[in-house]
């Protein structure tokens, strides 16, 4: 690695530390709940959003149940 390309990086690297610092600083400004869930968020999105599909089936899951309770009676 040249000195330009390590340079460059600890630039990077600075300037993602210092952003961080201060969204830290801001967020430490607003009331607890947020700062609560601004830390949380990052958890959240690591949990993938069910495509449509299973929520399909789930319904037709139901469906077939309803129907066999009522063919049942």
């Known amino acids: ?18 952003l961080m610092y201060r969204a830290v600083r801001w967020a430490k400004k607003m009331p607890k709940g947020a700062f609560l869930f601004m830390a949380l968020m990052p958890l959240i ?15 037709a899951k139901q469906e077939q149940r309803k129907k066999q309770k009522s063919e049942e009676d």
């Open 1 to 18: 690695m040249d000195w330009q390309t390590r340079v460059l990086l600890m630039l990077c690297i600075l300037g993602a530390v210092i």
């Open 45 to 59: 999105a690591l949990f993938p959003i069910p495509p449509p599909q299973f929520k399909n089936i789930a319904k």
